[in-house]
């Protein structure tokens, strides 16, 4: 190393020098400058930000209020609810003769109730029910054209605010059926405890538009001898809870 500095004079050494030394302070300064020009929008912009934050009480972008969805309402058909006549109907003016005018208004707000629900493409029926309900309390069922039915009891009818409930919403589950089917299968043997379900013989069935549903299961029970006999138990259920089981003895 110092051989090598002997090879130059002090005057090129003093050149060299002063070439290293102005070559630091250049870059010392556009650094600064590069620093300088950088950071200078990054204060601008959050000095003016600052300035809205203290200064402005209300956004200065849109607020937009999408307009309110429409109520639905299905179609009602001319048919659904038309009055009854005598000559057409003399069985229901022989029951409820003396409440036909009240029978009438309910089967319109009864089709009118149904028409605001979503499941119902359109009612097609309004109509009193002939298996239930009676003078003192009537009970009424509208069908949609889709097959969706709905019931309604005169006291349901009459609450400030009616709900609507299907009766496809109202079939009882198949755990809820199993469970039931069992119950009544027991209560119909003569000796329950020897009642034995066959795990692999059942089944579920459902009817959407009336809300019923049979569950099928087999089982075995023995009589008074000790016997065994074979059985298949048919559990039908309405849309209102009710079952009742019919037992048929397998071939």
Partial sequence: MHSFLNTFTPNQLNQSTMKIRNLIIAGTIAGS???????????????????????????????????????YKASISEWAVKPYTRDQYPKTFATYG??????????????????????CDQVVMSEISTVRGGLNNMHFFVDCNNGTRFRFSETELDKSTVVAISEAEKIISEEAAEKSCESMIASSANYPSTVSIFPFQKSYDTFAQTGAATYKQGFSA??????????????????????????????
């Fill in 222 to 251: 023995k009589n008074a001898f000790g016997l065994e006999l074979k059985y298949v138990a048919f559990c039908n259920f309405q849309s209102d809870g009710s079952g009742e089981i019919q037992i048929k003895e397998q071939s």
């Fill in 98 to 119: 003396s409440r036909m005018n009240a029978l009438q208004a309910y089967r319109v707000k009864a089709a009118n109730v149904v028409s605001q629900e979503r499941s």
């Fill in 33 to 71: 400058v590069f620093a300088a020009i950088s950071a200078g929008p990054k204060n601008s912009q959050t000095k003016a930000q600052s300035q809205d934050k203290t200064d402005k009480a209300i956004s200065s972008k849109k607020v937009f209020q999408s307009a309110p969805e429409k109520p």
